[in-house]
């Protein structure tokens, strides 16, 4: 990742602290520093992980405190798929994809922003608003349980014929 997007994050929080009177701590920019070090999704499980092996002791309490805290400045993207345990990831990573969410299954796929870039850019630029990042969600269906359910539905049909 290039160090003028954690550069970002890290101004943003040490503002936000500074503005709430809030103690700059040095675990505070541990965790972001992993958290922009990491590409993908993660858990808050795999996260205190990474952050053991890398001999930096935080507490889980201490970990989720700032996690809720980097959610709330927009620093990381909190995902909530059924069935599974939250998922997070920084948001400069949530600017390359976004997701189609199955409503049945919980099952998440990606898809690149490049796809809808172009109007995400049209409506801000049209409101004169600046966008820093996004999230976008599309809520429904997914392939596989749309062929379960069709197949069930023809299996019924069967039945009663
Ligand atoms: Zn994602
Ligand atoms: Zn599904």
Redesign the pocket.
């Known amino acids: 990742m290039e160090a003028s997007v954690k550069k970002f994050a890290e101004e943003k929080l040490t503002k936000y602290l500074e503005i709430n009177n809030l103690r700059k701590t040095a675990e505070r920019y541990a965790i972001l520093e992993e958290i922009y070090s990491n590409s993908g999704h993660f858990t808050i499980e795999s996260m205190y992980e990474n952050i053991m092996k890398n001999n930096y002791r935080v507490s889980t309490g201490t970990l989720y405190n700032n996690m809720r805290l980097f959610v709330k400045l927009g620093l990381v993207v909190k995902h909530v798929f059924k069935g599974n345990k939250s998922q997070y990831e920084n948001a400069h990573n949530t600017v390359k994809h976004d997701h189609l969410v199955?409503t049945?299954?919980g099952?998440m796929e990606e898809f690149p922003y490049t796809e809808v870039q172009e109007t995400l850019n049209d409506i801000s630029s049209k409101r004169g608003f600046t966008m820093e990042n996004h999230i976008l969600y599309l809520h429904g269906?997914?392939r596989?349980?749309k062929i379960k359910a069709e197949k069930k539905n023809s299996d019924k049909t069967k039945k009663t014929n």
Request: proline fraction near 0%.
């Open positions: 199955c049945e299954c099952r269906i997914c596989e349980c």
